[in-house]
Nanobody
Framework: VQLQASGGGLVQAGGSLRLSCAAS????????MAWFRQAPGKERAFVSI???????SYADSVKGRFTISRDNAKDTVYLQMNSLKPEDTALYYC??????????????????WGQGTQVTVSS
């Protein structure tokens, strides 16, 4: 599986960005896809997940501001980020979940990762 994340950038607080993650190499529609982020000096943290069936879940810190979606025809998952805050600044990664791993918010449940895209929110 190969994942290519894009869409990061520099934005002012209150602004919006949309991240994209294009996948190849597997049947995309049958896998749960997630976004994680890692700020300098911190561990990689769960942001959001979309299941193969289309259900979603979010970290409390982004709930109501971020929206995850997927386009199975394009093998792409998106993360729409609105009302961005300086504390959202991080390197954002997309990942494919191991279908046999039970805990979706642990990074260890994801064997495949994209290269990361930087999001910087200025105050």
């Amino acid at each position: 599986v190969q994942l290519q994340a894009s869409g990061g950038g520099l934005v002012q607080a209150g602004g919006s960005l949309r991240l994209s993650c294009a996948a190849s190499g597997r049947i995309f529609s049958s896998y749960d896809m997630a976004w994680f982020r890692q700020a300098p000096g911190k561990e990689r943290a769960f942001v959001s997940i979309t299941s193969s069936g289309g259900s979603t879940s979010y970290a409390d810190s982004v709930k109501g501001r971020f929206t995850i979606s997927r386009d199975n025809a394009k093998d792409t998952v998106y993360l729409q980020m609105n009302s961005l805050k300086p504390e959202d600044t991080a390197l954002y990664y997309c990942a494919v979940k191991d279908r046999y791993a039970g805990t979706y918010y642990y990074a260890s449940s994801y064997p495949y990762w994209g290269q990361g895209t930087q999001v910087t929110v200025s105050s």
